[in-house]
C-alpha cells in the first residue's frame, strides 16, 4: 500500500522559515515525479514545487520561486520543501504527490498518490 505522509508544519513568523518532508512508502520515489501542492481557506490547491523522476530538474510557481526548494533523498524515500522568507499568504495545508508517468506536471490531476497535507501558518 502506497503512503505519503507529510511533516514539519507549523506555525512561523513572517520571513521565517519551515522545512517540510514526506516520506514515501509503498513506492519507490527514485522512478517517480514529485511535486509539492497548497490550499489556502477557501481557495483551489496551487501547484508550489516539482522534481522530474531521473533528471532531479526542478520547476517552481512564480510566487514561490528563489524562496522555496525542493529536494530529493532517494536513499531515505523522502522529498522535501525548504520554505524560506515565508509570508502570511503562504498559510495553507501542504500536500505532497507522487506521479508514476513521464513528465513533472504543475496540476494536480495527473498525480497518481497524495499524502494527507500538513499546515504551514505564517503570522505577520
Known sequence: QVQLVESGGGLVQAGGSLRLSCEASGLTISTY???WFRQAPGKEREFVAAISRFGGT????????????????NAKNTVYLQMNSLK????AVYYCA????????????????WGQGTQGTVSS
Open 88 to 91: 502570511p499568504e503562504d498559510t
Open 58 to 73: 526542478t520547476f517552481y510557481a512564480d510566487s514561490v520561486k528563489g524562496r522555496f526548494t525542493i529536494s530529493r533523498d
Open 98 to 113: 507522487a506521479r508514476r508517468g513521464p513528465g513533472t506536471p504543475t496540476t494536480s490531476a495527473p498525480y497518481d498518490y
Open 33 to 35: 515525479g514529485l511535486g
